[in-house]
């Protein structure tokens, strides 16, 4: 048996709303042992500077370039993860030495996988530095660099997560691990452990985009303004005929690939009630493109709090005769999971292990990625 480790992983997501952070102890493959996870939440101001960072991201053409503000709000954003890291630790007992590894995701500030180009700000060596522990960082740019969209890079941890799974979840039936972040995605691992994946459409963004110009809130907690809206047809339809859903090409998202609608197309409940409905009817139109139909949905990310998303969700999946738990309900924390991944690929990345696969992102062949960064101050990319 390969030798356990022990691993933090770090994610700022797309919705910008702030870090989660995970322990697992694994051997990078089908051994997965999840430990404590805490998530930390952005305040306003910062969460202004990482919008602003996005603008500022759309001149990059070369993926080292910090324009703008970039460059300072990725010393911050890496500053903030070191904290993180060191409260963390102190909150459960542990020291820099009793972890081999963290996994930075860091912020995806731009992603265009039809120009190869993917920015992640985060700053590994200096994430090394600041805790005095081994750093990954940087992990979707080899599988770019081999025809890979980039993302998504989580599906090698669900079909870790799959197959510690109680039998009666995915025995007869394929799962689909459902994430529902700012953008959706999606894994199906079949019940031979293949894995396909891709993006599924947008999440909760647009949702928070939507409350936030027309009640000044971040999001809509529990999908309560979604409750007292309808679901208006032209509106969800224009959404659901973009050709992300119609063309055959699976391709991976930027958080800016879709927009919200504007102002005049609804009522805030209408728009929140639309959107909600658009995520979850994405999320089916998306699974269209599986090799089998699901037979069950896990889903994790904040989308699985959203219960209009979530009813959504089950009545679609219901009329193609597959159930939807939330990642809880399989005994998964849904929060974390995202954090978990970081870790389990850190370890992966370290051991040479592949990260993506054909089936996953679209890769030529499965490979490797990331780059480690030691304390000490060594940097060294993998493969090298
Ligand atoms: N209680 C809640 N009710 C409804 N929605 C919620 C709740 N809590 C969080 N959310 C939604 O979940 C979002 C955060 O989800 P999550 O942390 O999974 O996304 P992320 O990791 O940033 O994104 P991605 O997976 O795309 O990188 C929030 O922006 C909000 O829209
Ligand atoms: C480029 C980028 O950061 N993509 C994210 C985003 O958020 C969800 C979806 O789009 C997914 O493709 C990916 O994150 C997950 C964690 C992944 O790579 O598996």
């Not at 999001?219 to 119609?246: C, H, K, W």
């Not at 993506?356 to 060294?380: H, I, K, M, W, Y």
């Amino acid at each position: 048996m390969a030798e356990m480790k022990t691993a933090i992983g770090l994610m700022s997501g797309t919705s910008m709303d702030g870090i989660d952070i995970a322990l697992v102890r694994t051997d990078g493959r089908d051994t997965v042992e999840r430990g404590p996870a805490q998530g930390i939440a952005y305040d306003a101001k910062f969460r202004t500077r990482l919008k602003q960072a996005l603008e500022d991201a759309t001149s990059i053409t070369r993926r080292d370039q910090r324009p703008g503000t970039l460059a300072a709000v990725e010393n911050e954003l890496t500053l903030r993860h070191a904290d993180a890291v060191r409260n963390f630790l102190n909150e459960n007992n542990l020291q820099p030495a009793d972890i081999d590894v963290i996994g930075f995701h860091g912020q995806t500030v731009l992603h265009r996988p039809d120009a190869a180009l993917t920015v992640q700000l985060g700053d590994g060596a200096l994430l090394a530095h600041e805790t005095g522990i081994a750093v990954v960082h940087d992990m979707r740019a080899n599988d770019m660099v081999h025809g890979g969209q980039g993302a998504p890079l989580i599906p090698v941890y669900h079909a870790a997560l799959a197959a510690g799974l109680p039998a009666h979840l995915h025995s007869k039936r394929p799962v689909v691990f459902v994430n529902i972040g700012g953008i959706s995605n999606l894994t199906f691992v079949g019940t031979d452990g293949r894995i396909v994946a891709y993006d599924s459409g947008p999440g909760n963004t647009l949702i928070d985009q939507w409350v936030e110009a027309h009640a000044g809130i971040p999001y809509d907690q529990g999908g309560m303004i979604a409750s007292e809206g309808r679901v208006l047809a032209d509106l969800a339809d224009r959404y659901l005929s973009n050709p992300f859903f119609t063309g055959t090409r699976r391709r991976s998202l930027d958080r800016n690939d879709f927009s919200p609608p504007t102002g005049g197309d609804a009522s805030l409940e209408d728009g929140a009630r639309t959107l909600a409905y658009v995520t979850a009817a994405a999320i089916l139109k998306s699974s269209g493109h599986l090799p089998e139909r699901a037979g069950i949905y896990v889903v994790c990310g904040g989308g699985r709090l959203n219960r209009i998303i979530m009813r959504d969700l089950a009545e679609l999946a219901f009329a193609d005769e597959a159930t939807v738990i939330a990642a809880e309900e399989a005994g998964l924390n849904g929060d974390a999971m995202e954090a978990e991944a970081w870790g389990y690929l850190a370890v992966r990345s370290v051991e040479g292990l592949p990260l993506t696969f054909p089936g996953t992102t679209g890769v030529t062949e499965p490979v490797t990625g990331g780059v480690l960064n030691t304390p000490g101050g060594a940097t060294r990319s993998n493969p090298d």
